[in-house]
């Protein structure tokens, strides 16, 4: 069985310019969520989507941050522009819809913002 | 704002001693809880969930302790191999939350051969 699929795994950009971070959640799952992991702020849930839909993005940070899912098996979290405090591990994972189902989370990417 | 042991100690164990990690949670609200670890260089990894309406359970080497009175949660590791090596975070659900988890800050496991 595939796992959570992100890609890519390693991004390197220069501050100003556009990121698209992908994700292809389980098949199956009606559940997808964006994190975005750093040593000073650990493990924080960016976005959540139920059936597509957003649910709760109160963890995005800022407007430079945009997330979609136009279809059940794929979403993207992009920022536009860059800045080097964006540097980070973003991770997605999904998970069926109740709340204790568990959420698999994918391998991450790890972006660099110079 | 609401935490889930936010901090990041280091637990420094003999391989085959078992490992108790802690964690502490503000909201007493919380009514689901999960521990996962994650190794380095990949995503967090799922090992065991409680509810709120039980203390205890447990699953393959591992236990978890469930205290609503004081707000605690601990991993118990039994017989702590290398490949138990990793960080550690417990997290929580509240039910009006949905689906959204709160991630504590995560302990850092090393197994000594």
């Known amino acids: 069985d595939a796992g959570v699929i992100q890609s890519p795994r390693h991004e390197v950009t220069e501050m100003g310019q556009e990121v698209t971070l992908r994700c292809k959640p389980i098949?199956?799952?009606?559940?997808l969520f964006w994190y975005r992991q750093t040593m000073m702020r650990g493990l924080e849930l960016l976005i959540y989507?139920?059936?597509?839909?957003?649910?709760?993005d109160s963890g995005m940070p800022e407007d430079r941050f945009s997330a979609k899912m136009p279809n059940a098996s794929f979403s993207t979290l992009k920022i536009q522009p860059s800045e080097p405090r964006d540097s980070a591990v973003y991770f997605c994972?999904?998970?069926?819809?109740?709340?204790?189902?568990?959420?698999?989370f994918g391998p991450g990417t790890r972006l660099t913002v110079l | 704002g609401e935490s889930v042991g936010l901090h990041l100690p280091t637990l420094s164990v003999q391989e085959g001693d078992n490992s108790i990690i802690n964690c502490a949670y503000s909201?007493?609200?919380?009514?689901?809880f999960i521990w996962y670890k994650q190794e380095s260089g990949k995503g967090p990894q799922f090992i065991i969930d409680?509810?709120?309406?039980?203390d205890k359970r447990q699953g393959q080497r591992v236990t978890v302790l469930l205290n609503k009175t004081v707000k605690h949660l601990s991993l118990q590791i039994a017989a702590t191999q290398p490949g138990d090596s990793a960080v550690y975070f417990c997290?929580?659900?509240?039910?009006?939350?949905?689906?959204?988890?709160?991630f504590g800050g995560g302990t850092r496991v090393l197994v000594k051969p």
């Open positions: 409680i509810r709120s309406n039980m």
């Open positions: 989507f139920n059936n597509n839909v957003p649910i709760d």
């Open positions: 909201n007493s609200a919380s009514d689901y």
């Open positions: 994972a999904s998970s069926l819809a109740h709340p204790t189902d568990t959420q698999y």
């Open positions: 997290a929580e659900k509240r039910g009006a939350a949905g689906n959204k988890l709160t």
């Open positions: 098949s199956g799952h009606n559940s």
